[in-house]
């Protein structure tokens, strides 16, 4: 006897399907906004789901995860500024600097908790909003067009809209198997441990704070390629990109759909932007209804999305 799909796989699978017609919905219906919907929404889902790895399994409550956003974007931006084009060259540059950078200001981050290390990571990521707004040459505050997406050698042509959505959509894919494969593991449960009771964890023999750096690295490179991928989705970067309120846009989506849960922050970001263009449709002051409904959510929505649909499972 077959065992019925909870509501929670049956949303979940529901949705990854959506996602994998979405060009072929939006081609039929001639609705091609709703595909710039669905990639915007995958693009902030894998960064969502790079913050769950280290706030939801890690518990570390970053408020400048959206920097590597911007870094990774610029990572793009920049060498097609120069006339280099080369995904191959582009996408390990994101990746690497944004690892870089959550390296060394992880390395400092993570000597403190709490309160204290929120604003040790806004005060980075506004360090490095400032940089860029400083430096002409890339635009400053105005931001960088950037005129062609990345290629790579003829293997897949992004400027096709459907190549690139499928490309993302598979990023998105692997991202989750990532997390998964790394929550599932020996480094994984140091991590999760570390974030119950972190003395109890070095006392057993673990140097949780190298646990925690390498997790907080791996989660920047992540959110960097997310990064690259919105630059060459929106074909515009500023470093509006890394503000602060981005950031807390990132927190709100994995507290959203359930923080700690696999497919949760995916389910955040697409109720967050779901509710952003339905509410924003219907009034100009939409972010009055906006805010008190995801504080509502926060404290009353115990486990987010994802706990809400477990709860249902039947």
């Known amino acids: 006897m077959t065992t019925p799909l909870s ?3 049956a949303v979940t699978l529901g949705g990854l399907a959506v996602l994998a017609i979405m060009p072929l919905l939006t081609e039929a219906f001639d609705q091609p906004y709703y595909l710039d919907i669905a990639m915007r929404l ?3 889902a894998i960064a969502a789901v790079s913050l769950n790895l280290i706030l939801g399994f890690g518990g570390m409550v970053s408020f400048g995860h959206a920097a590597f956003i911007g870094i990774g974007a610029y990572a793009v931006g920049i060498p097609a500024y120069y006339g ?3 995904g191959f060259i582009q996408i390990p540059l994101a990746m690497g600097a944004s690892a870089l950078f959550a390296l060394i200001t992880g390395a400092i981050c993570l000597r403190t908790r709490g309160v204290y290390f929120i604003m040790i990571t806004l005060a980075f990521a506004q360090m490095a909003f400032f940089a860029l707004v400083s430096i002409e040459e890339y635009g400053g505050d105005d931001g960088l067009i950037i005129d062609t997406r990345s290629e790579f050698a003829g293997l897949i042509d992004i400027e096709q809209t459907a ?3 499928y490309l993302i959509l598979a990023v998105l894919i692997g991202s989750l198997y990532l997390v998964r494969r790394i929550v599932a593991s020996r480094f994984g449960r140091v991590i999760r441990s570390a974030k119950i009771n972190d003395e109890r964890t070095q006392a057993i023999g673990f140097d949780s704070y190298r646990y925690r750096l390498s997790a907080y690295v791996i989660s920047g490179a992540l959110c960097g390629l997310a990064g690259a991928l919105l630059g060459n989705f929106t074909g515009f970067i500023s470093p ?3 503000d602060w309120t981005r950031s807390g846009e990132l927190i709100f989506m994995v507290v959203l759909g359930g923080a700690g849960s696999l497919f949760g922050p995916v389910l955040g970001a697409a109720a967050f932007l779901i509710l952003e263009e ?3 449709s219907l009034t100009l002051h939409w972010q009055i209804i906006f805010g008190p409904l995801l504080v509502l959510t926060v404290l009353y929505g ?7 649909l477990r709860g ?3």
């Open 42 to 44: 995958m693009c902030l």
């Open 163 to 165: 190549s690139l959505y």
């Open 7 to 9: 509501l929670r796989s």
């Open 240 to 242: 509006g990109m890394m």
């Open 302 to 308: 115990r486990g987010g999305l994802d706990g809400f």
């Open 84 to 86: 280099e084009y080369s």
């Open 312 to 314: 249902r499972n039947g």
């Open 278 to 280: 339905v509410l924003s």
